[in-house]
Structure formats: structure tokens, C-alpha cells
């Protein structure tokens, strides 16, 4: 019996670290996220907002919200007082059927709100950290008025998407979020939900003029072309140029009207000749440093935001 008892102690011992090691090893997943540019979904696949992924600890994180929010405050309400779904732990989430959620809900209209009802949102969770005035009045034997109530957004069960550009692959998490103070979001209980080489989420399609400059020998000088589409990573263009792999030349493009220039350093991978005489080229973008993709990542959600919206109004 002793000696049974020393085995089990042991066994019963060493799943636990087990455990613990397989937790420290999720928390170290988790941090190698922090400062990656975000899309924020309810679970049935409306956007909320486009964020930066921020102070992670453990299994807790802050979501730097610098979108506009994509749906209204009653809307987000509905979204906190819904039950949590019940994910099967087995199943892991796929990009492609949360991908079509996304493009589905998108379709049927969202109305979206102000900066204004998102301080309101931020000073509420404010409010139920210290004493306001519906508190005070409950300690006097009064209750919180059922309007006050009724507007505050608790928490929401949201899915995470972004991409890595360390790993070059998308990055699916889920997590409950809540509003904090200057369009700051709060995450707790996130987790990684699934990882894929799915790109076309990140990948916008343009079709817009760009400009080539290239540096060096009898071919040094400016060319337009067409930006076919461009990624967190890189960008297809259409040109009348002949470039060779390996080839590096600056690429200059306005993705929106209000937005400034930018300017990427490229290296052609692909090449694909047409029949009409001309190249698509699959080009890489080389030396960003970290605000240089912050920008590209920016311009590329308002970008995306801005398609959605047009084809919400047109819907």
C-alpha cells in the first residue's frame, strides 16, 4: 500500500508539473503576439473594431483600438449580456469559415457609432472600478436605475485575428474583452485558437497605379504600374517593365486619397508573363522597421474598412 501510494503521489505529482509546464508554454506563445495589428470579431463574425495587441501577461492582454467602432452601442450591449458559446476544445477555429462569417455579416449592414459613445463605453467600465453615484445610491438602500444598467457593455466574447509577421502566418485567438478608458480594450482568458498560412484575409486587392524606382545601370529611373494587390508581407504589380528575380526597386503608392504616400523597398520572387505583353510580378517588401509596418497595416485595414463600407451602403 505505501509503495502504491508513492507511485500515485508521483504520477499525480508529474502531471502537474506537466501542466504547469504546458501553461508557462502557452503564456511564452502568447507574448511573442504583443504589438501585433489586430481585427476584433464577435463570434458570429461581425467586426468590431482594428486594433493593436498590447501589454500581454500571462493570459490577459490590452486591445489599443485604432479603428472606429463598427457597431453601436446597443448593439455592443446585446453582444455582452449573449451567453458564451461552448467551443469543442477539439475543433480547432478555421480561418476559412470565420473568413466567410466575417464577409456574410458584413454584407447584411452595420451601423457604426462616433469616438463619442466609445468614451462613454470607456467611462463606464471606469465607473463600476470606483464608486458612482447609482453605487452610492444602492449603499443608501436605493438600486441602480434599469436604463443605467441596461446601457453598459460588459464583457464580450470576441474572436482575435492577426498576422505574424515573425512566423509569415495568420494568427487566430478568442478571449473576453471589456472597455476601458481612451479606447483602450481589456483581454482576459485569451488563447490561441489556431495558426494557418492563410493570407488572403491580410491581402487587399487594388488594382491602382503605383510608381517604380529603380537605382542603378542603363535601366535606373521611374516607370508606372499597376498594384494589384498588396499583403502585410508584399504586393503583385502589372508592368510593361521587364525585372528579373531578385531585382530591388522602391514602390511608391497611394492606397487611399487622406492618406500620405508610402514607399516600400521590394524584391521580386514570382513572375508571370501575360499575353499582353506585360509582367505580373509577386514582390516581397524588405528593411521595414516596426512604424514603417504599422503604417502599411494601417492604410491596409482603412482600406479594407473603406470596400466594406461601400459595399454595405450599396447593399
Not at 40 to 61: E, H, I, S
Not at 197 to 210: G, K
Not at 212 to 228: D, H, I, K, Q, Y
Request: with cysteine.
Amino acid at each position: 500500500m505505501w509503495l502504491f501510494d508513492l507511485f500515485g503521489k508521483g504520477g499525480k505529482e508529474q502531471q502537474s508539473e506537466n501542466e504547469k509546464d504546458q501553461e508557462a508554454g502557452s503564456h511564452e506563445e502568447l507574448r511573442a503576439y504583443s504589438g501585433m495589428r489586430v481585427e476584433v470579431t464577435t463570434f458570429d463574425g461581425r467586426l468590431l473594431f482594428v486594433a493593436k495587441l498590447t501589454n500581454l501577461w500571462k493570459n490577459q492582454a490590452n486591445l489599443e483600438q485604432f479603428s472606429e467602432m463598427e457597431l453601436s452601442q446597443e448593439e455592443l450591449v446585446q453582444y455582452s449580456k449573449m451567453e458564451f458559446p461552448q467551443e469543442d476544445s477539439e475543433q480547432p477555429l478555421e480561418a476559412e469559415t470565420s473568413e466567410k462569417e466575417v464577409e456574410q455579416t458584413l454584407e447584411t449592414g452595420a451601423s457604426r457609432t462616433d469616438s463619442g459613445q466609445i468614451s462613454e463605453m470607456g467611462a463606464s467600465r471606469t465607473d463600476s472600478e470606483q464608486p458612482s453615484e447609482a453605487v452610492e445610491s444602492e449603499k443608501e438602500g436605493g438600486q441602480p436605475s434599469e436604463t443605467e444598467d441596461s446601457q453598459k457593455v460588459e464583457m464580450i466574447h470576441v474572436r482575435i485575428r492577426g498576422y505574424s509577421d515573425h512566423e509569415r502566418k495568420a494568427v487566430y485567438m478568442e478571449g473576453l474583452i471589456t472597455p476601458g478608458d481612451k479606447r483602450i480594450w481589456n483581454v482576459e482568458d485569451l488563447k490561441v485558437a489556431h495558426i494557418g498560412n492563410d493570407r488572403a484575409f491580410f491581402r487587399l486587392d487594388t488594382d491602382i497605379e503605383a510608381v517604380v524606382t529603380t537605382f542603378g545601370g542603363f535601366s535606373a529611373g521611374e516607370e508606372t504600374c499597376r498594384m494589384l494587390n498588396i499583403s502585410v508581407g508584399g504586393a503583385r504589380i502589372l508592368s510593361e517593365q521587364k525585372y528579373n528575380e531578385g531585382d530591388k526597386f522602391l514602390l511608391k503608392v497611394k492606397l487611399l486619397e487622406d492618406r500620405p504616400m508610402s514607399v516600400m523597398f521590394c524584391e521580386v520572387l514570382r513572375i508571370i508573363e501575360r499575353e499582353d505583353s506585360k509582367y505580373e510580378y509577386g514582390c516581397r517588401f524588405l528593411e521595414l522597421n516596426e512604424e514603417d509596418q504599422e503604417k502599411i497595416t494601417q492604410n491596409i485595414f482603412a482600406a479594407q474598412l473603406a470596400e466594406r463600407r461601400k459595399k454595405r451602403g450599396a447593399s
